[in-house]
């Protein structure tokens, strides 16, 4: 498969610098609104610009796509999508043509630039999606395992499922936010004594989760399944996503049902979603699967990806500190898995379900991506630069994930999702 907006080779007219998340080669979409209108309006990142794709479409440079207007004059970029994987993917193609080194059709008519090109500063980004369902998996071997141990003994680490199946769970969708939306403290009921009845309060656990999360197109009908060699298709994009987590909540809810008011409080996600297009040649082998999956499971070809991630995490009137640096190439269970196990008892997809991947935990303690893991249950604190120390998140702390691909001097990066703890209502 060859993607013309992938060529290694290609510049834009557009100054990128070196280290941009947003080459070229990138072109991820998002949502925006800004100075020139108050309507939200579907855009495009490239370096440190916006790309206005409804001024790019009523101008004319977008007329023999399968889109209309309000495609991209919309809230969400679910009528985008609805188009499917072979129309975004030509419209990526062609914002790659307009905006390549050498292609005058827009690059000398600067009344147009005016309406079309954007700084990012001046612009407010929004949530990118109408999250329709949300479902969460937990497909890192090594977070399992490390939770295992925390919370039975190394001997029983893993239960008898998990390298059977990809574990999920549906999740809440009304509390995912757009980065940068900060957000209070969750309370709930825990049981610090577990000799005394539970007590109400604030959490005091509260811990960030190091995830990164896919969107679908529209899948089958109800009874039909998407198998590992389809889900490609049904696959829009990725963004980085923090699912926060009230452990101390957790511990006390979670029998038998599993996370409840623990995980519903709020998840960020990052604002610009990247295509799995830009993201084929970041392509990586993943580990070897024993016991060996049911067929239903099995796939072929390198179907993890190689993003590099961190996080940080930032006081309050201080500087940040970066507490991890993992890699989505360290999931056991890989995104065609996941939805071929999410479909194949008839769960239909729909446009703009997002999909989660778990906690990312690498195979050393500086790339767990969670607190009770890097802490080890708030047994060892982490420093932070100004002096303090953490076993979990204090109010006031903002954590800041980051990530992003890079493979042959091509950086195709997620921007980053942020958010401040305010202290409890």
């Known amino acids: 498969m060859t993607i013309s907006a992938n060529n290694p080779q290609l510049k834009s007219w557009i100054e990128v610098s070196e280290n941009s998340d947003f080459p070229i080669q990138n072109l991820p979409f998002g949502i925006f609104s800004n100075y020139s209108t108050s309507n939200k309006r579907v855009g495009v990142a490239l370096g440190n610009k916006v790309i206005d794709l409804y001024q790019l479409f009523e101008l004319g440079y977008l007329k023999d796509l399968p889109f209309t207007g309000g495609d991209f004059e919309a809230e969400f970029l679910n009528s985008m999508m609805a188009h499917g994987k072979l129309a975004t993917r030509a419209l990526r193609n062609r914002i790659s043509e307009l905006f390549s080194e050498g292609n005058n059709e827009l690059k000398s008519i600067q009344t147009h630039l005016e309406q079309i090109l954007f700084d990012q500063v001046d612009c407010e980004m929004h949530l990118p999606v109408r999250i329709g369902d949300y479902t969460d998996f937990y497909s890192s071997e090594q977070h399992a395992y490390n939770v295992g141990c925390l919370f039975r003994d190394p001997k029983n680490a893993l239960l008898p499922n998990w390298k059977h199946i990809p574990v999920g769970y549906h999740g809440r969708s009304s509390s995912i936010v757009i980065s940068g939306t900060n957000f209070h403290r969750p309370k709930g009921q825990t049981i ?234």
């Not at 089958?220 to 590992?228: A, F, N, R, Y």
């Not at 101390?248 to 809810?253: P, R, T």
């Not at 392509?283 to 024993?290: A, D, F, K, N, Y």
Request: proline share 6%; net charge negative.
């Open 192 to 425: 610090p004594d577990p000799e005394q009845p539970p007590v109400f309060g604030p959490c005091k656990l509260l811990d960030f989760e190091l995830e990164m999360s896919f969107i679908t197109y529209e899948g089958k009908e109800l009874g039909d399944s998407i198998t590992t060699s389809e889900a490609d298709d049904y696959i829009f994009g990725m963004c980085l996503f923090n699912d926060w987590s009230a452990r101390d909540i957790q511990k006390w809810e979670y029998v038998p049902l599993g996370p409840f008011l623990a995980k519903n409080f709020a998840s960020h996600v990052s604002p610009w979603i990247v295509t799995l297009d830009a993201l084929e040649p970041f392509r990586t082998s993943g580990p070897v699967q024993e016991p060996k999956v049911l067929p239903y499971l099995e796939y072929s070809g390198n179907k993890h990806i190689d993003i590099n991630l961190e996080v940080s995490i930032c006081p309050e009137n201080s500087s940040e500190t970066i507490v991890s640096k993992s890699n989505y190439k360290h999931m056991y269970w890989n995104m065609n898995q996941q939805l071929a196990h999410h479909t194949v008892n008839g769960c239909n997809i729909k446009c703009g379900d997002m999909m989660a991947s778990g906690t990312i935990s690498g195979n050393d303690e500086s790339a767990y991506g969670s607190m009770l893991e890097l802490t080890w249950r708030g047994t060892k604190p982490i420093k932070m630069n100004d002096g303090s120390e953490r076993k979990f998140i204090q109010d006031g702390d903002t954590v800041t994930i980051r990530g992003y691909a890079k493979k042959d001097g091509i950086r195709v990066g997620f921007g980053e999702v942020n958010a401040k703890i305010l202290p409890a209502k």
